[in-house]
């Protein structure tokens, strides 16, 4: 098939989720033997090995820049508080965008318009509506039940004027999602979870819906030799997303004093690009900011903490740290829509408390860490390995286009 490849980034290098779930489907629909042309988003920090890299699979790339800055999240949310549209969807109108995606599809070239994640739904439905009679099949990748993120940090938020402003963005993102989803021919959800937390169901006038999980390459992936006594507790993920940022705030403020108590030489370890600034403020908590390569701190890595209270979808950093094979220790919405097995490969807690007594157990008892890394790299290999499980892609994309 000819497949229009709309993403809100350039699905490379794999420095986040999001990323990584892009970058595999278009690996996977190049190798069926489709021809994908990728419309995507583009940074300042995207390169043109990171686009040439792209066009070694598809068969052409285009970008569109996208800026963001206070002034403009400001402005539109003032236009998303006049218009009713969430402000989420709102930031990143950008007619550029609308122009080439609509040039693209008056072609008349694509039998498939792909938008990945909800962010570029709405320019997938004008690209359809651009084609005129004969509209391409229309596909909404979505890693995330959008909602649910504005949702749990609202329920887990101090500030009462942005609990406000939030409780609104997923009241009006809520209608917004299930209204866009039956607007698509397929929906293919990462998680069983944020299908039913949208309340999409297959229907005669409805989209079908498909559960596919992120899936990443172990076999790319080797495990991190640790040093005979690591120290670390680390955390990875990018600080500039809400979830990551009150996660980890959270731990640091409730959890790790708890740690050092009984675990006095151990060092949290923050990585990603714009930590809040108060951390680097407490005792034991070493901010690294966005590194290039983790893995120095990796090999000193005794227990590696997912502690998220929102977010949707799946967090791709618990597979990466599978496949590192580190143990990991994570709250019940960290490695939600994630196939874990309690004590096995994953220890969850959600209580301050119990959360801390996980960790400190971990650091404290080597059988139990490497119990729990061994599990995790067969996990990884057995359920997220994209060369095996990205078949279920075909249900979607035939090889032959049927009309």
């Known amino acids: 098939m000819r497949i229009l490849f709309l993403s809100q980034l350039v699905p490379y290098p ?33 390169t043109r090995a990171n686009m040439d890299h792209l066009r070694s699979f598809c068969s052409s790339v285009h970008a569109i820049p996208l800026t963001r800055s206070r002034v403009r999240d400001a402005r539109h949310l003032i236009r998303s508080l006049i218009s009713g549209a969430p402000f989420l969807i709102a930031r990143d109108h950008v007619d550029g965008m609308y122009a080439k995606v609509q040039e693209l599809a008056a072609t008349g070239e694509f039998d498939a318009i792909h938008a990945d994640q909800l962010w570029m739904a709405p320019y997938a439905l004008a690209a359809g509506e651009a084609v005129g009679a004969t509209r391409p099949r229309l596909v909404l990748d979505q890693h995330n039940a959008v909602y649910l993120i504005p949702q749990r940090l609202a329920e887990n938020g101090e500030n009462q004027i ?46 079908v819906n498909h559960v596919i999980p992120i899936c990443v390459d172990p076999s790319e992936t080797s495990v991190v030799p640790r040093v005979e006594q690591p120290h670390r507790v680390t955390f990875l993920g990018g600080l500039h997303w809400p979830p990551n940022a009150a996660g980890i705030v959270w731990f640091a403020r409730e ?19 714009s930590p809040p600034a108060d951390l680097a403020t407490r005792d034991g908590i070493d901010v690294t900011g966005f590194v290039d390569d983790p893995v120095p701190f990796l090999r000193e890595t005794a227990v ?7 977010g949707g979808g799946m967090r791709v950093k618990i597979l990466d740290a599978w496949a590192w094979g580190l143990p990991v ?14 004590g096995e490969n994953l220890l969850i807690a959600d209580e301050p408390e119990q959360l801390a007594a996980a960790v400190g157990d971990v650091l404290t008892c080597p059988e139990l860490s490497r119990v729990l890394a061994i599990g995790g790299r067969k996990a990884v290999a057995a359920d997220y390995d994209w060369r095996r499980m990205y078949s279920s892609w075909d249900a979607i994309y035939p090889s032959r286009v049927i009309h």
Do not use: N, Q
């Open 14 to 46: 794999l420095d986040a989720g999001p990323k990584v779930r892009s970058y595999y489907v278009l690996r996977h629909l190049a190798e069926a033997g489709h021809a994908v042309t990728l419309l995507a988003f583009s940074r300042e920090t995207d």
């Open 162 to 207: 942005r609990r406000m402003i939030l409780r609104r963005e997923a009241r009006i993102m809520r209608r917004y999602e299930v209204e866009t989803c039956r607007r698509f021919d397929a929906v293919v959800w990462v998680t069983e979870e944020d299908r039913a937390a949208v309340g999409s169901t297959d229907a005669p006038d409805g989209p």
């Open 255 to 273: 959890v790790w004093p708890r740690v050092r108590a009984t675990c006095p030489d151990a060092v949290l370890t923050v990585i990603g690009k």
């Open 304 to 310: 590696f903490i997912v502690p998220l209270h929102a």
């Open 329 to 342: 220790v994570s709250t019940t919405i960290g490695a939600e829509g994630i196939a874990y097995h309690e």
